[in-house]
């Protein structure tokens, strides 16, 4: 009976082994081939000369003074960026986590679109506002396009729900009855919160702070859009140096520098994230909330509910009313077109182009992040597939004009001859969905009782079928969540996608910023239908999402 037992244990230790590394080898495979492989080549382009490494051309990069005004330019633009957004969105948060008022999940949602929208369209928004002919200038002739506020409100307005949403979420949860007990024994509600509230949303804000400073230091589209030739952080100056001035040596030691620097700061996330997970006993957040009370309160609300209407809804608004300038929805009609100039085929084809690869990213990403996810919940998983957790976050922060150009120079030769084929685009806008679908499937899959896997495995279930009957049922929500916001960030992906796209396929993006590239108030008004057009695509794929959340939610993206 000893002896049953023990071959019956290591049997089960076999196949848990197998199903490990079967969970984690696809993963790893599609990483390996799709990031690190073009990551590495291009590096390995422009650093090597004759088949020697020329690592002094580090030092001879950085000694260039144009390159150390875009390395100051993209470090003091983060934490200026970073320093406006918390200072615009705590207010917020606090609102959304103490306050109950009518319409407040609709304003969730509202204040949420920014974040899932393209790069591309947050810079068009400003620049219907702010630019030559936008809103200001008609009214009062001021322009801020190709000036470092039109770049910085951009970014408060796309990371405000990133503040909101994290810190708000632990806000929520906070119990209040410890301030009170504060303000009991004579402390000012400055003091109180100072003293209290303030050093238990510290690992919260420092995390929220930590991300909006990442999103920033590697922001493109619109530093590209608003900077004009002024501004450039080094994700436009890569893009500048790969294709339009061909210096690879160059564009390889920006691509190291951003690499070591975002390295750098998603370890600090990880680390406040650590914190903040365990530092903290929390309650539930549906008993925190209360109507206002008192003229403070409901000034504070509507100060709120104002910031939301000019920072989010104005330069949004004002996107959908340049898009209508021409009678008869000129600009649309213009779309069904070919001009046969940059565009091979009629721009309205953008659309089924995006939505199609979107899609396509979207099981890629789903399958992979899915995967991945079930391989860092199981209690056996090693050192190697916790560490690949980290390694997971990466394509967020690497550059994704490197990975694009990566893609055309590294994905050319049998077995991984892709440079013709229409994956390429889903497989780019997969590499940045896997880290969300990891993000929102991993707090649900580790709730769940280990032990209901474990009775089933024991009663002689496969590790398929442990998940399809165990695991499955329980995370299904979840995972439709991770399948929307994959597809949200797919469809409007765009630092890779400008390089592997063609013309006659082209994405959304990637057509909107071809039409702004060109003069003339007919590709101006294209582009503000494009962009609307991606807008109301990703507002409805929001609003999906935000009627999928569970009832308990952590106000975590």
């Excluded at 896997?434 to 009775?455: C, N, Q």
């Amino acid at each position: 009976m000893d002896l049953t037992r023990t071959e019956v244990a290591v049997r089960r230790d076999r196949r848990g082994s197998a199903a490990r590394f079967g969970l984690i080898a696809l993963p790893v495979a599609f990483f390996a081939a799709f990031f690190a492989y073009p990551v590495a080549a291009i590096v390995a382009r422009g650093l090597k000369v004759d088949g020697a490494w020329r690592f002094g051309r580090i030092g001879e990069v950085l000694a260039q003074s144009d390159v150390r005004h875009v390395l100051w330019f993209t470090t003091w633009q983060a934490f200026v960026s970073t320093a406006l957004t918390l200072l615009i969105a705590l207010p917020g948060a606090y609102v959304f986590a103490r306050f109950e008022f009518r319409g407040k999940q609709v304003l969730r949602a509202v204040v949420t679109v920014p974040f899932v929208l393209p790069t591309v369209v947050v810079g068009t928004a400003f620049l219907a506002l702010v630019g030559r002919g936008g809103l200001l200038d008609e009214l009062w002739g001021v322009r801020l396009d190709t000036t470092v506020w039109a770049i910085l409100l951009a970014h408060v307005f796309f990371n405000y729900a990133v503040v909101v949403r994290t810190v708000g979420g632990l806000w929520a949860q906070l119990d209040p009855r410890q301030e009170e007990a504060a303000r009991m024994l004579g402390a000012s509600p400055w003091k109180a919160w100072r003293q209290v509230t303030l050093p238990a949303l510290g690992p919260a804000v420092a995390a929220a702070a930590l991300m909006v400073f990442l999103f920033t230091f590697t922001s493109f589209g619109v530093v590209q859009i608003l900077g004009g030739p002024t501004f450039s952080t080094l994700e436009v100056e890569i893009y500048r140096q790969t294709s339009e001035i061909f210096d690879l040596s160059t564009a390889a030691v920006l691509t190291l520098i951003q690499f070591v620097a975002v390295g750098a700061i998603l370890a600090l996330h990880a680390w406040t994230v650590r914190r903040r997970e365990t530092a903290l006993r929390l309650v539930d957040a549906s008993v925190t909330a209360r109507r206002p009370r008192g003229a403070g309160q409901w000034a504070l609300l509507g100060g709120v509910l104002g910031t939301v209407v000019v920072l989010l809804l104005l330069p949004l608004a004002v996107l959908v009313q340049r898009s209508l300038d021409a009678p008869g929805f000129g600009y649309y009609r213009a779309l069904t077109r070919a001009d046969g100039g940059i565009f091979l085929v009629a721009p309205i084809e953008a659309i089924g182009n995006s939505l199609e690869y979107a899609v396509a990213a979207t099981v890629i990403a789903v399958v992979i992040g899915g995967l991945a996810a079930v391989a860092l919940t199981r209690r056996d998983a090693g050192r190697f597939v916790r560490g690949f957790d980290a390694l997971l976050m990466l394509p967020l922060g690497v550059s994704a004009v490197t990975v694009g150009f990566g893609f055309l120079i590294a994905l050319d030769e049998p077995p991984l001859d892709l440079r013709s084929s229409w994956i390429l685009v889903p497989l780019a806008q997969a590499l940045v969905g896997v880290p969300f679908v990891v993000r929102t499937m991993l707090p649900v899959l580790r709730a769940v009782d280990a032990r209901l896997r474990e009775a089933a495995a024991v009663l002689g279930a496969s590790p398929w079928r442990v998940w399809r009957e165990v695991d499955l049922p329980m995370v299904r929500r979840a995972l439709l969540i991770a399948a929307g916001f994959a597809f949200a960030v797919s469809l409007g992906e765009f630092g890779a996608t400008v390089f592997i796209a063609r013309p006659d396929n082209p994405t959304l993006p990637v057509a909107v910023a071809r039409l702004l590239g060109r003069p003339g108030d007919l590709n101006y008004g294209q582009a503000m239908a494009l962009s609307t057009i991606l807008m109301v695509v990703c507002a409805v794929a929001l609003l999906v999402l935000e009627r999928l959340r569970t009832a308990d939610r952590t106000g975590e993206f």
